[in-house]
């Protein structure tokens, strides 16, 4: 099967060129506004768009900048073409995909906890997960950024989520977003350690230009 993988579209989306795949999985933040209404607007835009792509299989999981989602004004009802995993698990065709929108807490966004509270979100997740998509990367895997007093680069990821990965779930893919790449810094990439493959996904850079076409990947068919 051919797995697409994008995130941090950031309503960028129509510039996307659409590659042959059986599945597509966006990993979360579609919009930009913190406006619950405008960005319910923007994320309206791209779930039509979504929606409408001439791929079999359409997962979504949100993100920081999924306000309307976290505040009820859209709903995966809404939607029926889309598979909305807000920290639940599907199946498809044999793959079992786990989706969670959870990131530590950077001013106030949506789906954000601080970090001592992520610990049992990460111990709820199967052991059995084929392929992990969270919006955020784990500690230390493509997740630089400047630290807020710009003194030098730091690792932002989530380090519960990072072990809850390496020591029990240990998925063929994980695939997230939320770090950009910035001057200087290249998050969007590949990284692969044991059995698992890393996927930073985003597709717009620190300015929010579209810059990366996500990742095509090919998985042969799970019975």
Known sequence: MIFWFISDTHTRHAQLQIPPADVVIHAGDEANQHDPAMNAAEARAFFDWYQGLPIPH??????????????????????????????????????????SPYTPRFFDWAYMK??????????????????????????GVLDLTVDRENKGLVQV????????????????????????????????????????????????????????PGFVINLEDKS
């Not at 992520?118 to 998509?133: F, R, T, Y």
């Not at 977003?177 to 985003?202: K, M, P, V």
């Open 58 to 99: 359409k997962v979504f999981v949100p993100g920081n900048h999924s306000v309307a989602i976290e505040r009820g004004l859209i709903k995966p009802a809404d939607y029926p073409g889309i598979c909305f995993l807000i920290h639940e698990a599907t199946t498809i065709e044999g793959w079992k995909v786990f989706g």
């Open 157 to 212: 990821g989530c380090n519960a989520l990072r072990r809850h990965v390496d020591q029990r779930i240990r998925p063929r893919i994980h695939a997230f977003g939320h770090l950009h790449d910035e001057i200087g810094i290249s998050n969007y990439g590949q990284y692969t350690r044991g059995a698992t493959q890393f996927i930073n996904a985003a597709c717009c850079n620190l300015r929010l230009e579209l810059i990366h």
């Open 114 to 139: 601080a970090r001592q509270k992520l610990e049992p979100v990460w111990a709820s997740v199967p052991d059995d997960v084929d392929i992990l998509v969270t919006h955020g990367p784990p500690k």
